[in-house]
């Protein structure tokens, strides 16, 4: 037997094992590469290089972990536990090197074993588990929850398939599968004894318990497993690293054994396969019909499997469940965890014999909701019958809140049937359908807006009845993004120079010391550099939309970006038309102040939305004539990269000069792209529109350009009636615009493709391109008139980075700490020195 003295000693010198000295680093990449791997260093493939430098940064991030989890369960740390159905990470390696402070030790280290450090990490292929904006939001957050120090577990699915890849076939989006896990993820943990039942169908029946009580339970028709995976989160200068639980879906142990002992072989492997299909794929986030049974399916898994193990863990750690709300707090990520309401308040009530006042007390006290969006196609309602086939007691548990809800009502509006209605998480009309944003608000405590518009709308629109009844409950957080990502990882270069310029890189964990750029915004030597900084990202963009795409961009001319989802409310068609106003103004010889530009467009549409692929093949089809036409050809390009996604975007933001916000005012909720173009020394273009109001007052209203319709205008104009083929009529630009799309000739002849677009816009035009694209126009004018004196530019694009801080998500993540969650830091020691 070992002495104590000893198990000391080992577990000491185990420790030098994920020391951060480049030769610890470089010995456990090999080690890894020899144990992990299989492979020695002659004949082991980029991709097991890779592996090997993944295995080396998370053995590093696993002995911080560890630390991290000790601490929490020894201080029963309040815990944040953010559930989100979706989670776009982008590539790990590169960032966790930052965040451990080990980008140039393993750089060096790799280096002298002949490898590209760069090389290896291009290699990884990113968790797409994300649509877009919300998925990636969360992925900021738990970078900087890790980072502030907050214990956190991020609860979400581990889709086998995450957001489709992008292919762009004869001009159209082609949809191509996402299989990530193909080449095995060296990241997760598989926690095999981590995993729930979560029960779908049946019946609920009541029965009475020991005390004589009359209880009801729920006896599901079938059961699936989810299965816990693991993936930590380390924050940047800190020893914290929090968990990112995943879980996957798997038969059930009990179905398993039933159609294995009955000898129905092929029938088991069946309902396997079927159980399977539950964490698959990760749905579009606007489809038109969404109406999915899978998903909800998707939804009650996620929020079972999660509460489940909050129970779990707080019975293990703290003990009985009264105290459950002041050990965890949760943040609904939108409506689609919002089913963690109910699954909570079944847990207490059927499965800990709570009373409703006790379960419903623990459960208000513990939800905390954010609305990501105003559009009502995205408000997700579900039918009553599919509750009641797939979730019947949660059903019943609905029909409960809503009741004692809606008395509540009743007493504060006395006789007031149509607010009662308007409130109901119930829709009455043909087919009943449950309101998940109402069960959300009514379950939660406190509920949010991710900018100050959004949540000014959120309470003078959307909850308006509900900010009547409970003002006290409505708060506004902005949003924000990891500058470590989006400035350290993505643009080496500008981080260097904003290092050199301030004397030291705090600015990295406290983003409002970039103030420090500031008093030499007018410094010829930085302006000269900041040029240099800009110019290299367009070269390294070029070259890869080169290799890409083939298409050839002039690193000379002003690279104007747009890249986000594709939607109508987004306005990518606002953008067409104003290249094709440039194509026919150079083409009439009218260039006279015109500025070279490269345009560049990225982002994916929805596979079932027929308009915003129509938009992706259009913005293709000029490309091709504008890419074409030598007479045009000095001036402007187009050029659409495929595949926007974690890992394409940063290689956007860094080459982007000017980005383009132009969504239809009062629509989009925040935005965050604008945050991270901005960080990056790009001037914006943009509308009153989400966080660009508060972006736009940063930075100062000098260094942004502005134009058109506020959200107020919008309504009134669509109160008083709006009339777009009145601007087609009246304005001979727009009109000849849009008459030369439906030429044909941006169709080799097809006069009748783009007619569905076009024809919308004139006749319908329902996020108002066509009352915007004027304002638009002239606003772009102005853009080149700037552009044209570049000290001038480099200026504002200095003053744009220097005002940016706000705009982190670590002063997000403060501010829900503090005002919505009410959790402190819980540092994790350093004991190794
Ligand atoms: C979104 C909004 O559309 C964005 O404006 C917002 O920035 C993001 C994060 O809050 O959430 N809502 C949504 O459903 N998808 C989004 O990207």
Redo the contacts with the bound molecule.
């Keep these: 037997m070992n002495s104590p003295d000893t198990t000391v000693q080992q577990a000491k010198r185990e420790h030098t094992r994920t020391g951060m000295s480049k030769d610890a680093f470089q010995r456990d990449l090999l080690d890894n590469l020899f144990y992990i791997q299989g492979r020695f260093r002659e004949v082991a493939t980029p991709h097991d290089l890779y592996m090997a430098a993944a295995y080396t940064t998370r053995d590093r991030l696993l002995a911080r972990w560890v630390k991290s989890a000790q601490t929490f369960k020894a201080t029963h740390a309040r815990t944040v536990c953010y559930l989100s159905a979706e989670y776009l990470l982008g590539p790990h390696l590169a960032s966790n090197l930052v965040n451990l402070g080990i980008t140039e030790t393993a750089r060096a280290a790799a280096e002298e074993l002949g490898m590209d450090m760069d090389a290896l990490i291009e290699e990884e292929e990113e968790p797409g588990l994300g ?7 969360a992925a900021c957050f738990m970078e900087s929850l890790a980072t502030c120090q907050i214990p956190a577990i991020g609860y979400g699915i581990r889709y086998e398939f995450g957001i489709f890849k992008q292919a762009i076939e004869d001009g159209w989006q082609v949809e191509k599968g996402d299989n990530w896990l193909r080449n095995g993820n060296p990241w997760e943990i598989p926690r095999p004894k981590i995993s729930f039942a979560v029960g779908f169908g049946g019946h609920t029946e009541s029965y009475r318990d020991e005390r004589s009580q009359v209880r009801l339970r729920w006896q599901p028709a079938f059961e699936i497993r989810g299965v816990a995976y693991d993936t930590p989160i380390l924050g940047y200068g800190s020893q914290n690293v929090n968990l990112l639980r995943l879980w996957k879906a798997e038969a059930s142990e009990s179905l398993d054994l039933q159609a294995f002992n009955t000898g129905d072989y092929y029938g088991a492997v069946h309902a396997k396969i079927e159980a399977e299909t539950l964490s698959k794929v990760l749905y579009p ?1 606007d489809e038109p019909e969404a109406g999915k049974e899978l998903r909800l399916k998707q939804q009650y898994f996620l929020v079972s499997c999660s509460m489940q193990d909050m129970i779990r863990l707080h019975l293990n750690t703290v003990g009985p469940l009264e105290g459950f709300a002041d050990k965890f707090t949760v943040q609904l990520n ?1 409506t689609h965890p919002a089913l963690a309401v109910a699954e909570l308040m079944r847990l207490l009530l059927d499965r800990h014999a709570m009373t409703w006042e006790e379960a419903w007390g623990i459960t208000h006290k513990t939800f905390c909701y ?1 609305n ?2 105003l ?1 009502p196609e ?1 408000l997700e309602t579900w039918p009553v019958s599919l509750f009641e086939r797939l979730l019947p007691r949660h059903l019943e548990i609905i029909y409960e809140i809503n009741r004692r809800f809606l008395d509540e009502v009743r007493m504060r509006f006395l006789g007031d049937e149509a607010r009662v209605r308007r409130m109901s998480l119930i829709a009455e009309g043909h087919e009943r359908r449950v309101r998940m944003a109402h069960l959300a608000v009514v379950g939660s405590h406190a509920v949010n807006g ?2 100050k518009l ?1 949540s000014y709308l959120v309470k003078a629109m959307l909850f308006k009845d509900f900010a009547e009844l409970w003002p006290e409950r409505f708060h506004n957080v902005t ?1 924000g993004v990891t500058p470590r990502r989006f400035v350290v990882v993505a643009n080496p270069r500008l981080a260097k120079l904003i290092t050199e310029t301030c004397g030291q890189d705090d600015w990295i964990r406290d983003l409002e010391q970039l103030r420090a750029l500031e008093p030499h915004v007018d410094d010829a030597g930085l302006q000269g550099r900041w040029q240099e900084v800009k110019r290299a990202a367009k070269q390294d963009l070029a070259q890869w939309m080169k290799q890409a795409t083939g298409i050839e961009l002039d690193p000379e001319s002003m690279f104007d970006v747009q890249a986000k ?1 594709i939607h109508e409310y987004k306005r990518q068609h606002l953008k067409v038309l104003h290249i094709v106003r440039c194509y026919q103004r150079i083409k009439q010889g009218q260039v006279q102040g015109l500025v070279p530009r490269t345009f560049i467009f990225g982002g994916k549409a929805a596979p079932g939305y027929f308009m915003a692929k129509l938009i992706i093949k259009l913005i293709n089809a000029v490309a091709e004539v504008v890419n074409n036409d030598p007479q045009v050809n000095d001036w402007i390009r187009v050029a659409f990269m495929p595949d926007f996604n974690v890992k394409n975007g940063q290689r956007l933001y860094p080459a982007a000069e000017l980005s383009e916000q132009i969504s239809l005012a009062g629509k ?5 792209g604008n945050m991270k173009f901005s960080m990056n020394g790009a001037l914006t273009i943009g509308t009153l529109d ?2 660009n109001i508060e972006i736009r007052e940063a930075v100062g209203p000098e260094n942004f350009f502005l134009f058109g319709l506020t959200a107020e205008e919008v309504l009134q104009r669509q109160m008083t009636g709006y009339r777009p083929w009145e601007y087609y009529q009246n304005d001979p630009e727009l009109k000849s615009d849009l008459d030369l799309i439906n030429s044909g000739l941006f169709s080799h002849g097809d006069t009748q493709l783009f007619r569905p677009l076009t024809d919308n816009l004139i006749n319908h035009d329902p996020f108002m391109v066509l009352a915007d694209y004027r304002a638009y126009l002239e606003c772009q004018e102005q853009v080149d008139r700037i552009y044209r004196d570049p000290e001038r530019w480099t200026r504002m694009s200095i003053l744009n980075v220097a005002r940016i801080g706000y705009f982190s998500s670590d002063r997000a993540i403060r501010e829900y700490a503090e005002r919505i969650w009410q959790v402190g830091p819980q540092p994790v020691l350093d004991t190794e020195h």
């Excluded at 649509?131 to 990636?136: E, P, Q, S, T, V």
């Excluded at 989009?668 to 965050?672: H, I, L, V």
């Design positions: 649509n877009g904006g919300l998925g990636r939001l986030n939108d954010t990501h969006t559009l995205a991710v900018a959004h949003n989802r989009e909720a925040s935005g965050t989400g966080a």
